[in-house]
């Protein structure tokens, strides 16, 4: 009985033993589901589309990162999409400010490409017309948006380098999504997946502002227009708690409206400020920073933007904590990012090149396969292919094949190749005149361009140019040209040059001057910077006055020059040989602050119609040497030194030397010197030299100092006399602007040898 006592009250202890325990390890469980859920949650960051506000961005990561939070998911749109792809690929937030206020957007959004990326040939193009429209079937259209994007995505490219072989977005540091609007449906793309410059490019193409973006079957555009706060998509991606910063403004009043894609933005803001008034409630810590002050396009308020997006995040700094010291997982951390500016491409493929040859393609690019080479070359060689115009943006892609990088080149030829070009122009010699241009590519044979001016106003001219490019092999040229104008002399360069003797008194005369000039030339480049080139040239020129006419024979000694009340100086055909070479670094033709510029020129004159009896074949050769240099971010230097003489007993002073004048594009062998009147120093040989101060006292604005000094005169170099001390001097003060028709530009000057100071005026740019 006992023993059965005691075997009952063991089995009860027993099982209330089990109860105990199976109760304890009840509890334990429930609390390791609670741990469990509470380690679970993720966190999302979900940044909108805005523009340049979207810069605030950065300041509320750099708070969102400094109160500790570790974020899981990144999704963004538009310029939320890029600040978030660069996030999502290892940028730390203070890395990110650094990057963007270091960098010239207004400069890339522009897609100023580097002189240096432009050819000979498209160096004077670009520094000639004000606006150039497509013109196809005699019908006249307009660019299809303000800027290609090119020198953003080149940007793109060199800063996701180190994710270049991540295709799969999920896999990035941070995984990762955008959204980008199908131009053709308007239905909403989600790109988690493909080469990531070209998934947010395509995500930040604002209407008007950038060019669409062709990723596979579909042309894309700012996937703002479908859905600029994508919270939905970094739901869906396992976040469990959200942090948005949104950037977009409310609708705007209509003082506010002052740009197209200020329009474009307020007609898509009718539905997303409605859809933000749902998605905001929906976000668990939403910081909205107070932008509505700035515009989508003020990049150069870098600064501010950014300091009110730290402003907006250090609002809800208390609650960014909170979030930082739950339990969770351990997150691996982060590596800082590394940037590597060498790389070295293997192999080229080009796709989509139907109109130009591979050989002409790879030209541009001016880089050797199998070498290393830096970002900068790469994106140099991109540019050069831009600066043709022959191609739309070019979002080419980098990929590791193992040995190297394969350069994917998808190009997207222009389909239209006509366009019309115009500009206008004044100064004191030509006066007033207006350029219009037909420029046709691909007229007869590939890589060819015909371009024909037309230019009206006080002095009627007109240009003509055909030139096959092959790059770094002989490309082919033909120039025609008919130039005149005329301009009250001292009768004294007259009278010294031609034989012409007047008994009558006179101190000016009205000289006119009509240059007709045809050549043939072979022409090689290298680096777009060097040229060499060798031709053939047929020039008539006619140097006439009326200003005589009413004299008698007795008086002017001229009488069989003498044409319907026309004293002619000059009325020749000439033929000559030649040969240029010429290197241009300077970055910009008109007011340069760093580079090298040298040209030499050689022409001997073999045949003459000989008008005036005088003709024996004779060379004239001509140098000119230069370099800028910046002394400060603001203060340039430019110096320049000059020369030419003639070779040959002839007495054909027709090409002689005549300094005078301020310009950039003189004809023949006229030189600007600053302090005398154009045309005012003559002799058959000269030598120059020229200095310039220039400080850039605001964008785009220039407070000149010049001064230049020259001896001229005949036979200079036999005698000796071009290395004494200089005969002539001037000097200037002026003023310059870079306005969108070209330099503006007016100069007071003046010289110790006399007692007329002078202004000088010019609008626009030279042709």
């Known amino acids: 009985m006992t023993h059965f006592i005691k075997y009952k009250l063991g089995f009860k202890i027993m099982r209330f033993a089990i109860a105990i325990i199976s109760l304890f390890f009840f509890f334990l469980k429930v609390n390791a589901q609670a741990t469990l859920e509470v380690k679970d949650k ?18 509320a990561i750099k708070v969102i990162e400094e109160a500790g939070v570790k974020v899981d998911y990144v999704g963004g749109t538009s310029m939320g999409a890029i600040v978030g792809a660069l996030y999502a690929a290892g940028y730390s937030g203070s890395e990110l400010d650094s990057i963007f206020r270091a960098t010239d957007f207004i400069n890339l959004i522009q897609d100023n490409l580097p002189r240096s990326a432009k050819t000979f040939y498209e160096k004077e193009n670009s520094e000639t017309y004000a606006l150039t429209l497509p013109f196809d079937n005699f019908k006249v259209s307009v660019p299809r948006a303000f800027s290609g994007g090119q020198n953003v995505y080149n940007e793109l490219v060199r800063l996701l380098y180190h994710v270049k072989d991540v295709n799969d977005f999920s896999k990035l540091p941070i995984p990762f999504v955008c959204i980008a609007t199908d131009i053709e449906t308007g239905q ?29 079957d579909k042309v894309l555009i700012d ?22 910063v949104d950037v977009q403004h409310g609708l705007s009043s209509r003082d506010a409206l002052l740009s197209a894609t200020e329009i474009l933005l307020q007609i898509n803001n009718y539905r997303t400020v409605k859809d933000m008034e749902e998605k905001s409630k929906k976000t668990d810590i939403y910081i909205k920073p107070d932008i509505e002050n700035y515009t989508v396009i003020e990049f150069d308020k870098t600064d501010e933007i950014i300091e009110k997006g730290e402003i907006a995040a250090k609002e809800k700094f208390a609650e960014l904590q909170k979030v930082a010291t739950m339990p969770r997982y351990l997150k691996k951390p982060i590596s800082t990012v590394s940037l590597n500016d060498t790389i070295t491409i293997n192999r080229l493929v080009i796709n989509g090149n139907h109109k130009h040859t591979r050989g002409y393609v790879k030209g541009k690019l001016r880089f050797k396969l199998a070498e290393p080479i830096t970002f900068k070359k790469l994106q140099q060689g991109i540019s050069n292919l831009t600066a043709t115009g022959n191609f739309s943006t070019n979002r080419y892609k980098l990929v590791s094949n193992g040995l190297g990088e394969d350069l994917i080149l998808n190009l997207d030829e222009v389909a239209n190749t006509s366009f019309i070009k115009l500009g206008a122009h004044y100064d004191d010699l030509y006066k007033s005149a207006a350029i219009i241009n037909l420029t046709k590519k691909n007229l007869a044979f590939q890589d060819d361009v015909v371009s024909f001016d037309l ?45 012409v003797s007047v008994t009558e008194s006179l101190k000016t005369i009205n000289f006119d001057i009509s240059d007709f000039t045809n050549q043939f030339y072979l022409q090689t480049v290298l680096q777009e910077e060097f040229a060499f080139t060798i031709g053939a040239e047929y020039k008539y020129l006619k140097y006439s006055t009326t200003t005589l006419g009413d004299l008698s024979d007795s008086d002017s000694g001229t009488s069989s020059n003498v044409s319907d009340g026309r004293t002619f100086f000059e009325k020749s055909g000439y033929f000559s040989v030649f040969s240029n070479l010429k ?8 007011f340069p602050t760093r580079g090298l510029f040298f040209e030499g020129d050689l022409h001997y004159y073999l045949l003459s119609s000989d008008y005036n009896k005088n003709f024996k074949d004779f060379s004239v050769s001509k140098l000119r040497a230069g370099l800028a240099l910046p002394i400060t971010n603001k203060l340039s230097f430019n110096l320049e030194t000059e020369g030419g003489f003639k070779l040959g007993t002839s007495n054909v002073t ?38 310039r101060l220039d400080y850039e006292f605001a964008k785009k604005n220039h407070l000149l100092l010049s001064a230049n000094f020259a001896n001229v005169d005949d036979d200079l170099f ?50």
């Open 455 to 499: 230019i009206l106003g006080d002095n009627i001219r007109y240009n003509f140019k055909y030139f096959i490019d092959k790059g770094s092999y002989w490309s082919i040229g033909l120039n025609s040209r008919f130039n005149s104008f005329e301009k009250d002399i001292n009768f004294d360069v007259i009278r010294d040059n031609f034989d």
């Open 583 to 590: 290197l241009d670094t300077y970055d910009d033709k008109y």
């Open 223 to 244: 996937g703002g227009i479908v859905n600029n706060y994508p919270i939905d998509k970094v739901r869906a991606m396992g976040a469990d708690i959200v942090i948005g």
């Open 188 to 216: 909403e793309v989600v790109l988690d997946s493909g080469y990531l410059p070209e998934a947010i490019m395509a995500s930040g193409t604002l209407p008007s502002l950038f060019e669409p973006s062709s990723i596979g």
């Open 654 to 691: 027709t090409f002689d030397f005549v300094l005078g004048g301020y310009g950039t594009d003189l004809i023949n062998n006229f030189v600007p010197f600053i302090g005398y009147d154009f045309l005012s120093l003559p002799g058959n040989s000269y030598v120059k030299a020229y200095g």
């Open 42 to 59: 993720k966190i999302g960051l979900v940044l909108s589309g805005g523009g340049a506000k979207g810069l605030a961005h950065i300041g």
């Open 718 to 767: 036999r005698t000796g006399e071009w290395f004494t001390s200089p005969n002539f001097s001037g000097y200037g003060i002026g003023y310059g602007w870079e306005s969108f028709i070209g330099p503006v530009q007016v100069m007071y000057s003046w010289s110790p040898e006399n007692d007329n100071s002078r202004f000088f005026f010019s609008i626009g740019y030279w042709f």
